[in-house]
């Protein structure tokens, strides 16, 4: 019962609009001043200076004194994965709830929207983009709920230093699947495929992590090198 509480705590914390407003602007690793913070979600400054001293003494929010003002950013990783799941399940709720009407992009700040920190793997513009591409060269295929690795797939990627095969031996379910992107409203790949995507990236310093968050920054390098990797296919002359 404890643990019940305890979430219930966090959860009453983050449903007030305004307050959630105030943590969605600094999901990209920013600190922000109060007054700046209070004008994002329509507020007096007292009444943002109220609303942020009590997600600071929740643990959510981090308070930095520079001169006679304060910043405020996220506290922890963990806080910006909860957030941004709720974010996700409310995208995904909401799509289920009413299938026929089409689903309102929920906004990211920009460094998130281009790269980000997914469950492991890489999501944002930059993940959907590779996705596409990826199944346009036919290193991937989709089969009704299940993803496949072609053999020229597994090929390209060998060269990369990912071996489809060993990531089949150490994986029960299946090495790749669709994970919906909530800023993009795709699919991007997920699973132990994507989350050796990511390694690969990260190790080659093609993306870095911002401020500790969630959000990725793209290197020039990087970008260049993630456009190569499954390169569109040259159309046969007619």
């Not at 913070?37 to 943002?48: F, I, K, R, V």
Request: net charge positive; glycine share 6%.
């Amino acid at each position: 019962m404890e643990h019940a509480l305890c979430i219930s705590q966090i959860a009453t914390l983050l449903a007030d609009p305004k307050r959630t407003a105030m943590i969605w602007a600094l999901m990209d690793g920013s600190a922000k001043p109060s007054e700046e913070l209070a004008a994002l979600a329509g507020l007096s400054t007292p009444s943002a200076n109220a609303h942020l001293a009590r997600l600071a003494a929740g643990g959510l929010l981090q308070v930095e004194a520079r001169g006679r003002k304060r910043f405020f950013r996220v506290a922890a990783p963990d806080v910006s994965a909860a957030v941004e799941a709720l974010a996700s399940t409310t995208v995904a709720s909401v799509a289920r709830s009413l299938p026929s009407r089409p689903v309102a992009v929920l906004a990211a700040p920009a460094s998130m929207r281009q790269a980000r920190l997914c469950q492991g793997h890489l999501a944002g513009e930059l993940a959907v983009a590779l996705y596409q591409r990826m199944r346009v060269a036919r290193w991937i295929e989709r089969h009704e709920q299940r993803i496949d690795v072609t053999p020229l797939g597994a090929r390209h990627l060998a060269r990369l230093g990912i071996f489809t095969q060993a990531l089949a031996q150490n994986c029960k379910a299946p090495i790749t699947c669709d994970c919906f992107d909530w800023s993009e409203q795709q699919p991007h790949l997920g699973g132990a495929l994507g989350a050796g995507l990511l390694q690969l990236f990260m190790q080659s310093g093609w993306l870095k992590v911002i401020n500790e968050s969630a959000a990725l920054q793209i290197t020039e390098t990087g970008r260049q090198e993630i456009a190569r990797l499954a390169p569109l296919p040259v159309a046969s002359a007619g």
